[in-house]
C-alpha cells in the first residue's frame, strides 16, 4: 500500500483515495461466476472517472503454491472477460493508479518502477478469496494495540 509521509498535498491524498476505493470497487467484483474482466473494469472505471490512469504494463495475480500464478488481472479492460471466477480462486488485485499518463519504467536498480512522466502514482493490494459467500480479504490484518 502507499502510505503517505508526513504533510501531503490535497491531489495526492485524493490519489491514495481514489486508488484504494479502486481496489475495492475491483474486490467487489469477486464473485462466483463473474468474470477477470470484471474485476478490471471496476478498477479501470472508477479510476478514470476520477481522471486517473491505471497502470497496463503491470498486473494482478492469481496466488497459489507460487506466489504469482495465472490468471493475470489487469487493472483495466472490458467487462465479462476472461477466466471465470471459482470458488476457491485466490487473486492478489492490485491497481497501480496515475495522476498522468499508464506508462511506466523501471529505474537504474532493476527494482524501482517510475511513471514515464514522473506523475504522481499510487499502489493499493489486497489478496482476495472467492468464496460462495463473496469475496474474502485475506490480507486485512489489526496491529494490537493500535
Do not use: C, L
Given at each position: 500500500m502507499t502510505f503517505p509521509v508526513g504533510e501531503i498535498a490535497e491531489?495526492?491524498?485524493?490519489l491514495l483515495r481514489v486508488t484504494e476505493e479502486s481496489l475495492?470497487?475491483?474486490?467487489?467484483q469477486c464473485i462466483v461466476g463473474n468474470r477477470v474482466g470484471d474485476?478490471?473494469?471496476?478498477?479501470q472505471t472508477h479510476a478514470e472517472a476520477h481522471g486517473y490512469s491505471v497502470v497496463?504494463?503491470?498486473?494482478?495475480?492469481?496466488?497459489?503454491?507460487?506466489m504469482h500464478e495465472d490468471p493475470q488481472v489487469p487493472n483495466f479492460g472490458p467487462p465479462g472477460q476472461g477466466p471465470e471466477l471459482r470458488e476457491g480462486m485466490v487473486l492478489a488485485i492490485e491497481p497501480m493508479?496515475?495522476?498522468g499518463g499508464y506508462q511506466v519504467e523501471m529505474g537504474e536498480d532493476g527494482w524501482a518502477i517510475y511513471t514515464k512522466d514522473r506523475s504522481l502514482s499510487a499502489h493499493f493490494e489486497h489478496t482476495v478469496?472467492?468464496?460462495?459467500?463473496?469475496?474474502?480479504i485475506l490480507t486485512n490484518s489489526v496491529v494490537p494495540g493500535a
Open positions: 491531489d495526492a491524498r485524493r475495492m470497487r475491483g474486490i467487489a474485476i478490471s473494469h471496476a478498477v497496463q504494463s503491470m498486473v494482478g495475480h492469481g496466488v497459489g503454491r507460487e493508479v496515475n495522476t478469496a472467492i468464496t460462495n459467500s463473496g469475496p474474502r
